[in-house]
């Protein structure tokens, strides 16, 4: 089974192993990590019997999102032919990280 899904994998185009991996990027440091706290890095704090700061594993999580969001940025670089939808998909990710600026200072004490 585990080979089946090894040439599964390999037979896909680098276009899909990347849009794979940016969709498991984001969906477990937005969605599981962010919004829920069941993403890999809080699982990773559990193993570790809760010795991470908890402010630690959040940054790491935005800091995997916006690594995410340059990935996507590299798809439409390396994959996309250019075009106008090549040009509004690279800049849809600034957009992306320049939100999560946005709320990493409103959750940062002002002084």
């Known amino acids: 089974m585990l080979q089946q899904i090894r040439e599964n994998y390999n037979q896909l185009s680098t276009l899909n192993k990347r849009v794979f991996l940016v969709l498991f990027l984001f969906f477990d440091s937005l969605f599981l ?25 959040w940054l790491l999580q935005i800091l995997e999102s916006i690594s995410a969001g340059f990935l996507v ?39």
């Open 33 to 57: 990590g962010l919004s829920y706290g069941y993403g890999g890095l809080n699982f990773l704090d559990i193993i570790l019997l809760d010795k991470l700061p908890t402010d630690l594993i």
């Open 73 to 111: 940025i590299k798809i439409f670089f390396d994959d996309i032919p250019p075009s106008r939808i090549r040009t509004l998909g690279i800049f849809l990710p600034f957009i992306h990280v320049r939100r999560n600026i946005s709320n990493i200072r409103s959750l940062t004490p002002r002084s």
